[in-house]
């Protein structure tokens, strides 16, 4: 979820707690989302290589290191052994123009399924920035460069391309011997090292786009001051969502306006971590109908976006 629009749900949910003041209350939930992967390859029962892209215009020692750094996160998502992954060097005459046979042809020369090949990284020019309070003493300088690394993923037998990336990354230096250190000449050399160094990081920062993540978000849930309610919200606390809809469900039933919409709304919840939004926009819409609880709009247009 995009920070802004977590804070507008927390607005509107908190605006929904003073207007339903009149026996509801609103607590939160921390739980996961689970991110499915940017670009999703099948990795089940396949043999897979990483080749660094060696020639005229690419750094050999920081594309090897990123490709190494690249193989072991491969390894250890997978869970295969170490050394599994094997890395190789290849020198193309057009890195932009890989012919099927060459594809094949690299296939055969790492007897692997997946190929991962990276084919550069590429740095922009560094910027050196002040503190935001204007003060410009040696101590509050820094200097940032963005780095883009590209990966192409190709299928050895068939040679069909599966994923092209471009994963970036930022390098921040914050600390200088002497001022000397910000020449261009000398803050590039800087940025070398820090990238050779953070080969590892960005290695991972690559794998990330292949494989499914978790990250955590909060959610509120509606309840009441009787033990049902209380009930309820311990089990989906504990993640027992099951055992807390049986409660909601039957709550949603209520001739009561508003414990027919606070048990929608927490259905809608339920329905979400199922990964059913549609079904959750619906009980947010059977909730409206019963009671104007001011948060329903905010969490609705958030599951249809």
């Known amino acids: 979820m995009k920070k802004g629009g977590l804070r507008l749900l927390f607005i509107l949910l908190t605006a929904g707690t003073f207007l339903s003041s009149c026996g509801a209350s609103l607590t939160t939930v921390t739980m996961e989302r689970r991110l499915p992967p940017k670009h999703p390859v099948e ?25 190494k750094a690249l193989s072991e996160s491969l390894e250890k998502r997978l869970s295969l052994r170490k050394g599994s992954v094997p890395v190789y ?29 990276l084919n550069g ?63 261009k000449s000398v803050l590039l050399s800087l940025f070398y090292q820090s990238l050779v160094d953070s080969a590892g990081e960005i290695g991972e920062s690559v794998a990330d786009n292949f494989f499914e993540k978790w990250e955590p978000i909060e959610r509120y849930i509606y309840y009441f001051n009787n033990s049902d309610w209380q009930n309820a919200l311990a089990f989906a606390q504990s993640f027992r969502w099951s055992e807390a809809a049986k409660i909601w469900m039957e709550k949603s039933s209520s001739e009561d ?12 919840l339920v329905c979400e971590v199922s990964g059913e939004k549609a079904l959750a926009a619906e009980w947010l819409n059977f909730a409206r109908k019963k009671y104007p609880l001011k948060p329903i709009e905010g969490y609705r247009n958030y599951l249809l976006r």
């Not at 396949?46 to 290191?65: H, M, P, Y």
């Not at 306006?257 to 809608?268: E, G, I, S």
Request: hydrophobic fraction near 45%.
């Open 89 to 117: 060097n290849h020198f193309p005459e057009d890195s932009a123009r890989y012919t099927s046979d060459y594809i094949r042809e690299l296939s055969l020369l790492a007897d692997s399924d997946l190929l991962f090949i």
């Open 43 to 67: 990795f089940s029962k396949k043999s897979i290589a990483v080749f660094s892209t060696i020639g005229n215009l690419e750094d050999s020692i920081v594309n090897i290191q990123i490709s």
């Open 257 to 268: 306006a508003l414990v027919a919409a606070c048990a929608a709304y927490n259905m809608a």
């Open 121 to 183: 990284v590429w740095a922009n020019e560094p910027v050196i920035l002040q503190n935001s309070n204007g003060d410009e003493r040696f101590g509050q300088t820094y200097a940032i460069m963005t780095v883009n690394t590209e990966i192409v993923v190709y299928d050895g037998i068939t040679a069909k391309e599966l994923a092209s990336v471009v994963s970036k990354d930022t390098l921040v230096i914050s600390r200088f011997v002497s001022r000397n250190d910000l020449r």
